[in-house]
């Protein structure tokens, strides 16, 4: 045996239990001791063991642009021009530096699987996609990462996107996706990444629905686009603000089309809040996609940190656990069962969106883990401790606690 976590509290278990991990994979969870020999032993006293966090939707090639580009209007528009012209400016080893940083924290933070959006375009071409793609290996050791394809401006007004999109599957993309929002004809938009996604037998993921204007939604479109191409459970949706705006009858209108298709809902509150409802001068809209209503319909959700200090939200550290704070307070999760529900939608069900699977805390899934320095979800929830242990199949990757150390520099 390679490491025991002796005395923890689980999430969704009452008790005092231990964990014992082989060979990057969990052996035996029991609430008797554990009395086989192990190399390690770690006494968590009680404290919170979770499945490692799952990032499903984060941009890591525009992160931490806030400093190089600060926001002088604040607005959608600004930010959409300026990133334009970041891009532009982009080095691969801007790029990579950027989104190690990303990547480094992510890992102290607990999270040890990530889906990255990376943009494929005219501009770019496939730098981003030759930076991020040695940073899979590179961090192996403490985090998955998928590469997702992605077409943020748009593909049928961007001649050559569709060959660099197919180019950039060929070197290794995870998952092929864009903003069909961003696209003068959306359907054509969603038809072409449902036909890369074919020839490349590979999953879809769509930044959908966003923004408050009145456009029509776009879900109708994907829903019978994954239904025609068989393609259940391999679709995932970023965003969908729209669904904020729509009453109890339409949202459930869409409900069994969603779980007959598998198709997975991220909410990405941290943008979404400081983007949408611009022009409402009271009574201002959240905009953030309803997932915990999704949920307990049945439908598969998440939730994810999308972009990082940079024009589109100007916040964040990378931490999807902060996320999870921020997404109770705006859908007003205050029980003991929703702050459970919404440690699962960063965890065990951000993990089935991005077509994850071993995942969990029972015998036989990869010991991917976060010890937390919290003792039970809610204060989890609370607080996104400080303190947490990352264990990624089976190893101590990596221990934070408070670092600001200032002793001796006060003086009196
Ligand atoms: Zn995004």
Request: with cysteine; aromatic share 6%; proline share 4%.
């Amino acid at each position: 045996m390679d490491l025991k976590i002796t005395n923890v509290t689980l999430p969704d278990r009452k008790g005092n239990w231990h964990v014992a991990i082989a060979n990057g994979y969990i052996r035996e969870v029991s609430v008797e001791p554990i009395f086989t020999k192990t190399d390690q032993t770690l006494d968590a006293q009680g404290k919170l063991l979770i499945p490692g966090l799952v990032d499903p939707h984060i941009h890591l090639d525009k992160a931490l642009l806030l400093e190089r580009y600060p926001a002088v209007e604040g607005t959608f528009s600004e930010a959409m021009q300026k990133t334009l012209q970041a891009k532009q400016e982009y080095t691969l080893s801007d790029i990579q530096s950027r989104a190690s940083k990303i990547i480094e924290k992510a890992i102290a933070f607990g999270t040890t699987s990530m889906r990255t959006h990376v943009e494929v375009d005219p501009i770019l071409q496939l730098k981003s996609f030759e930076a991020l793609l040695p940073l899979k290996e590179k961090y192996a050791w403490g985090i998955t990462l998928q590469l997702a394809v992605f077409a943020q401006e748009g593909i049928t007004n961007q001649p050559g996107t569709i060959d660099l999109l197919r180019q950039a599957m060929a070197m290794g993309g995870d998952a092929i996706g864009s903003a069909p929002y961003i696209d003068p004809d959306p359907a054509a938009n969603i038809r072409l990444v449902f036909d890369i996604a074919q020839e490349f037998d590979c999953d879809v993921d769509f930044h959908l629905d966003f923004l408050d204007d009145d456009s029509p939604l776009l879900l109708p479109i994907v829903i019978e686009s994954t239904l025609k191409h068989n393609w259940h459970n391999r679709v995932c949706l970023g965003h969908m603000t729209k669904l904020a705006g729509l009453t109890t009858a339409a949202l459930t209108a869409f409900i069994p089309q969603l779980k007959e298709a598998g198709i997975a809902i991220l909410a990405l509150p941290a943008t979404d809040l400081y983007m949408m409802a611009r022009n409402d001068t009271h009574n201002v809209r959240r905009g953030v996609a309803p997932i915990d209503r999704l949920a307990e319909s049945g439908v598969k959700v998440g939730l994810a940190t999308n972009n990082v200090q940079n024009l589109f939200t100007p916040f964040g550290d990378g931490d999807v656990l902060k996320i999870c704070t921020l997404l109770a307070q705006v859908l007003q999760l205050g029980t003991t069962d929703s702050h459970r529900l919404c440690l699962e939608m960063a965890t065990s069900k951000a993990a089935e969106a991005i077509g994850i699977s071993d995942y969990g805390i029972a015998v036989g899934k990869v010991a991917d883990l976060v010890l937390l320095d919290a003792n039970s979800v809610s204060e989890a929830i609370a607080i996104a401790p400080i303190g947490r242990i990352t264990i990624k199949r089976g190893s101590i990757v990596a221990q934070s606690k408070s670092s600001l150390n200032l002793k001796g520099n006060i003086k009196s």
